[in-house]
């Protein structure tokens, strides 16, 4: 017998579904190098923390905390959804990850 559509969507309601988590999808260099631009070119100050912790949990958090001089715990929570990380710490994650920030003049907007 053929269930409704009622039905199925009850079921689909009450599924547990994981969270989507990025880290798994930076497979190389290339991808994390993407992502972060992609979150720096319009994203929020949060935003960039997450695209750092995400990148951080990829590469492997307590190598990226150790070789940053920095604690594991403290770097998981600067870098989540509650976190605010100090500029230093950007910048000491960005230099363990390979990267850095440089800046770069925005286009000029067109007025009518």
């Known amino acids: 017998m053929a269930q409704t ?12 579904f994981k969270e989507f988590d990025a880290s798994s999808y ?10 972060l631009n992609a ?5 929020s100050a949060q935003e960039v923390a997450l695209a750092l912790g995400t990148i951080a949990r990829a ?5 990226v905390a150790r070789d ?13 959804k509650e ?4 500029l230093d710490t950007i910048m000491r994650v960005l230099d363990v990850l390979g990267f850095r920030l440089h800046a770069e003049r925005k286009p000029a907007t067109q007025t009518a």
Do not use: F
């Not at 940053?68 to 989540?80: E, F, K, Q």
């Open 5 to 16: 559509a009622s039905a199925t969507w009850r079921k689909v309601i009450n599924m547990d």
């Open 26 to 35: 930076l497979n190389g260099p290339e991808d994390i190098e993407a992502y």
């Open 39 to 43: 979150v720096l070119e319009d994203g």
């Open 59 to 63: 590469k492997g958090m307590t190598s």
């Open 68 to 80: 940053a001089g920095l604690n594991r715990v403290s770097l998981y929570t600067s870098l989540s």
């Open 83 to 86: 976190g605010n990380p100090s």
